[in-house]
């Protein structure tokens, strides 16, 4: 039987600093901005405040108790034991997990019209039809037998390799989700004739972006688009090889603890072979933003929201490195 903590005891568990739990288990801390690299552990990163920890090469991060499951192969229970101090931590290395063999992709079944994707991303979600018809035309976006979205990626033979899915709907419960054996590597994309790719977390907030574009009226606008589907670099690495003329990356990931950190460390991983910069929304993301405008009547406030719309910056003048 699963022993039962109590919330304070919970609460303890989770005020641990990690950054000092870290060292005491012997693991080589590097300062990076405003957060801590882990050395040797590719991608593993903790925050500034010793509160949370992403592995952005896994997708995976959380709090002390998952970093302690993660770190040491403990159970949930025995993680929690351990932060309180009530049971010995002798560090464990990781061992590497068995990657198992993937099956075959296949794209969901198509539903027989379009009609519940089209209204729920132009009516719920703001999104220009001219944007939203495009990539329906162009086959990386369609409606499955569930009336949601399907966003599609392709290979470099225009093979599909990767879907996410996104409920339609607006009240109760919503789904959001990979399809089974997708590949990452291969997200939902606007191929652009610039040497500059814009990276964002999700397809909806890519489609946002292109619909603000035109709010604002920003006509030459001919940049590469990718959607990470999250904050995994994956997505990015295969495309900058796959167009190697890129020379700059512009990071409009959420403006959220989550995005903040990860465009840190992406600006660690890259700024060396390319430009970085930064657009980041006002609100949470470019969703947020396009419906906050477009659900205003009063000219003065989409005036305002006119000027303070910045293309992009360098992530050095943003950040402290």
């Known amino acids: 039987m699963m022993k039962r903590f109590t919330e304070e005891e919970l609460d303890q568990a989770n005020s ?27 991608g593993l990163y903790l925050n500034a405040y010793g509160t949370k920890w992403n592995w952005f090469s896994r997708d995976i991060g959380g709090g002390p108790i998952q970093f302690v499951m993660e770190m040491e192969g403990k159970t949930w229970v025995d993680a929690v034991y351990t932060l309180l101090g009530t049971e010995k931590s002798d560090f464990i290395p990781r ?46 976006l369609y409606e499955n037998k569930h009336r949601s979205c399907v966003f599609v990626g392709y290979d470099g033979d225009n093979q599909p390799k990767y879907a996410s899915v996104r409920s339609t709907n607006t009240h109760g419960k919503s789904y959001r989700g990979d399809v089974k054996n997708s590949d990452k590597a291969f997200p939902f994309s606007f191929e652009g004739s610039s040497t500059t790719v814009c990276v964002f ?18 006509q030459s606008f001919d940049h590469h688009m990718i959607s990470l589907g999250g904050v995994v670099d994956r997505a990015l690495h295969q495309y900058l090889q796959l167009y190697p003329e890129i020379n700059r990356i512009m990071l409009c990931l959420d403006n959220d603890e989550a995005g903040h950190f990860a465009c840190q460390q992406f600006n660690e991983k890259y700024h060396e072979d390319y430009k970085l910069l930064r657009h980041s929304p006002t609100g949470k993301d470019f969703n947020e933003d396009l419906l906050v405008i477009q659900n205003s009547h009063q000219t003065e406030q989409v005036r305002e929201a006119m000027v303070t719309y910045k293309p992009e910056w360098d992530m050095e003048e943003e950040m402290e490195m």
């Open 16 to 42: 641990c600093n990690l950054i000092a739990y870290a060292e005491k288990i012997g693991l080589n801390l590097k300062k990076v901005g405003n957060s801590y690299k882990v050395k040797d552990y590719g």
């Open 95 to 140: 061992v590497e997990p068995v990657e198992e063999e993937k099956g075959t992709f296949e794209l969901p079944d198509k539903n027989d019209t379009y009609k519940h994707i089209i209204a729920y991303l132009i009516q719920s979600r703001g999104i220009d039809k001219e944007v939203v018809y495009d990539f329906i035309s162009q086959g990386k």
């Open 201 to 218: 977390e999700s397809p909806i907030d890519l489609m946002s972006y292109m619909t603000l574009l035109d709010v604002h009226g920003i």
